[in-house]
């Protein structure tokens, strides 16, 4: 009798636990996202270091970023993580300098490194607009995968004058969602780190495939960067391999730099930066033509111009810089870019440089003090009245600063964590936008 108790008391011992998974479960999904509870640091090492990958605060002293490597093999290839976070933003507490006169006063759209949100705010840190959207209620299919990272945030937006937002989901996919962040339309395509939209509304962006490519590696699959071009309402007009145009090119050659192992190098490209070129200043080259397309190749430290319509790339170049990001063509035919390694690991900076002679015209490499610092990621943009936009990714920064190198406008990540909030969220990109932009919709 006693044998026959015990195994009834087992046997709901077990039922009740797997009803609080189940119900556990549900509660994280609900609430998890609305409210920016960091559910999983539960599951830390430590009571201070949250789970996942956090940036020190400037404002705690930090300095060198603290990682936990969640990711499996493939994770690792195709996506970046940026798990948990903590409140909500507040006004104003997270502006650490403004000064508005020789500030481009316009709105600021940006991502955290916390949650899958996107954030619209003006000058002083004024919250106006909040998108937020799980990639669960997109393709459920990655509830496999959830505490992986890959559908934690939005790796990169681009905000139409309507409201409407198109976001990329890190190596899954990309949606456009509404005012009121529901859903458009979606493509899972293998998006990842960036995106252009040009004049007629088609939408420039790069993708990847993990697959066997024989003209590499025979044995082992690899990531394989496209450009992929779709129309405004997701439908894919051109796919191309950015491998293809390589082979198809004179500068085929540059691809016996492939440095292929049995891990980290398989993603060989590592392709973050996609922008077209308006052709301003093609009397001075031809690769300069309207309608080529500049590329930051972060695996090989190089960027390359290709041709779609002939499927070849028609310029490339390696410089002084080493897994860079965000390189643009500006207005006075330079180059601006953010240099994240070229000085050290722990040293970063942003370069104008001349791209016919590699002469650096323009550089800011923080202070002594507070060494510009983001050894992946990082963005930067030059704003209309010459200032330059530096988001200082893993720090959860962004600095304003004029042509004389001053400081003008700086703001924090408020999303922080830790006992004394020592972590900050990173910010994937802060855009500037212009102080025409349309805000009806609001």
Known sequence: MKTKNNMFLICIMFLILFLGIIFGG?????????????IYRIFSFSNSEPFGEWGNSRTTGGGVSKKINLQNEINKLESIGYLSGSQAPSANENIIFYNKEKSYNGLNLWTSGHAPVAYLMDMNGKLLHTWMLNITDVWSRFKLLKGLGADEYFRRVHLFENGDLLVIFEGKGIVKINKDSKVIWEKQNGAHHDLFVNDSGQIYLLTRKAHIVEKVRSDMPILEDFITVLDENGNEIKKVSILKMF???????????????????????????????????????????????????????????????QEKVVWAQTGFWYAQHEPVLLDNGNMLLFDNQGIS????????????????????????????????????????????????????????????KKIVWEFINPNKAGENEEFVAYIPELIRLDPDFPTDWL
């Not at 998890?32 to 960091?38: A, G, L, M, Q, V």
């Not at 398989?266 to 996609?274: K, M, Q, V």
């Not at 930051?296 to 390359?304: A, D, E, F, Q, T």
């Not at 002469?359 to 200032?387: C, F, M, Q």
């Open 345 to 404: 690991k722990d040293n970063a900076r942003v370069v104008e440089y001349n791209p016919f002679t590699l002469s650096v015209e323009w550089s800011y490499a923080g202070t002594k003090d507070i060494p510009l610092h983001s050894w992946k990621l990082g963005s930067s943009a030059r704003l209309k009245n010459g200032n330059t936009l530096i988001s200082e990714t893993i720090h959860g920064r962004v600095l304003e600063l004029t042509s004389d």
């Open 26 to 38: 549900i509660i994280q999904e609900n609430f998890r996202i609305k409210y920016r509870i960091n």
């Open 247 to 309: 082979y198809n090119s004179d500068y085929a050659s540059l691809l016996k730099s492939f440095r292929i192992n049995e891990r980290a190098n398989r993603d060989i490209f590592h392709t973050n930066t996609i922008e077209m070129l308006d052709g301003a200043f093609s009397n001075k080259a031809n690769w300069l033509q309207k309608g080529n397309v500049l590329l930051s190749i972060l695996g090989m430290s190089m960027l390359c111009v290709v041709n779609l319509e």
